[in-house]
Nanobody, 120 residues
Framework: QVQLVASGGGVVQPGGSLRLSCPVA????????MGWYRQAPGKQRELVAV???????NYADSVKGRFTISADNTKKTVYLQMNHLKPEDTAVYYC??????????????WGLGTQVTVSS
């Protein structure tokens, strides 16, 4: 059984910072990629950032230069450092992982979201 649990959300003023983390719990043989998505009220879920097994990263244009995705392969954890936050970053943030489970099933697993609110 694979589970992802995102944490680190909260309320922050514009210009502030937050760091989200998301460990992969359970048996994961290989993690191919991990990513962060977000969904604001009334909007579709969108990609924020993704990190591949080889360390390459990709970001949404709206967060480039402000957010940094990283991963600790030993801890099987993905992080999202968010700096210079803006009110439009307010959303529920979800992590996911494309991985091969201990049962040798490859799939995309999603974690429960964590709320990020940017407001003065």
């Amino acid at each position: 059984q694979v589970q992802l649990v995102a944490s680190g959300g909260g309320v922050v003023q514009p210009g502030g910072s937050l760091r989200l983390s998301c460990p992969v719990a359970g048996s994961a043989v290989t993690i191919y990629s991990m990513g962060w998505y977000r969904q604001a009220p009334g909007k579709q879920r969108e990609l924020v950032a993704v990190i591949e097994q080889n360390g390459s990263t990709n970001y949404a244009d709206s967060v480039k230069g402000r957010f940094t995705i990283s991963a600790d392969n030993t801890k099987k954890t993905v992080y999202l450092q968010m700096n210079h936050l803006k009110p439009e970053d307010t959303a529920v943030y979800y992590c996911n992982a494309d991985l091969l489970s201990g049962a040798l099933v490859r799939g995309t697993f999603w974690g429960l979201g964590t709320q990020v609110t940017v407001s003065s």
